[in-house]
């Protein structure tokens, strides 16, 4: 039986059930992007970052959070996106798999939830884009890029 993307086959019921995902909507200079609200622990206002010497490029710093020490990784130069000379107004606090980081962004806009048949399989064969984006959702007047949070984070043990 052909299911289509992002639909599931209940077997005790006989139907199709899509499935939907909460995500946070933030923005990098004017790209419009989104990670699973769930990664996401908190947003705060951003706190000036320590250089660490030695650390790979994407690694801006890290912050003093509350006690916590929390490495900074910069998107906006994973993703290769122009930002100019702004500096990012918050930064976005990440958990996964126990681990804390944190995304300098240019402001957060929404959680909202989307059927995941409404995501848009990227189509882009560009190595900045490679297996970090899950999909592209068209809302409104804007294209969001739906982020793999999982395989941004580990962009370090690919290229170190």
């Known amino acids: 039986m052909w299911i289509p993307q992002g639909w599931l086959h209940d077997t005790k019921e006989g139907i199709l059930v899509n499935e939907s995902v909460e995500l946070l909507e933030f923005k990098i200079g004017k790209q419009s992007l989104a990670f699973d609200v769930d990664a996401v622990e908190m947003v705060i206002e951003a706190p000036e970052t320590t250089v660490v010497p030695g650390a790979p490029d994407?690694?801006?710093?890290?912050?003093?959070?509350?006690?916590?020490?929390?490495?900074?990784?910069?998107?906006?130069?994973?993703?290769?996106?122009?930002?100019?000379?702004r500096e990012p107004d918050q930064?976005?606090?990440?958990?996964v798999d126990g681990?804390?980081?944190?995304?300098?962004?240019?402001?957060?806009d929404e959680v909202f939830t989307i059927e995941t048949s409404d995501i848009e399989t990227p189509v882009s064969r560009s190595e900045k884009y490679v297996n970090k984006v899950k999909g592209i959702i068209k809302r409104e007047d804007r294209l969001i890029l739906y982020l793999d949070v999982n395989k941004i984070l580990n962009i370090g043990e690919k290229e170190g």
């Open 58 to 85: 994407f690694v801006r710093g890290v912050i003093n959070l509350r006690g916590r020490i929390v490495t900074v990784i910069d998107l906006a130069m994973i993703l290769e996106l122009d930002i100019g000379d």
């Open 91 to 95: 930064v976005l606090v990440l958990k």
């Open 99 to 108: 681990e804390e980081y944190g995304i300098p962004v240019h402001g957060v």
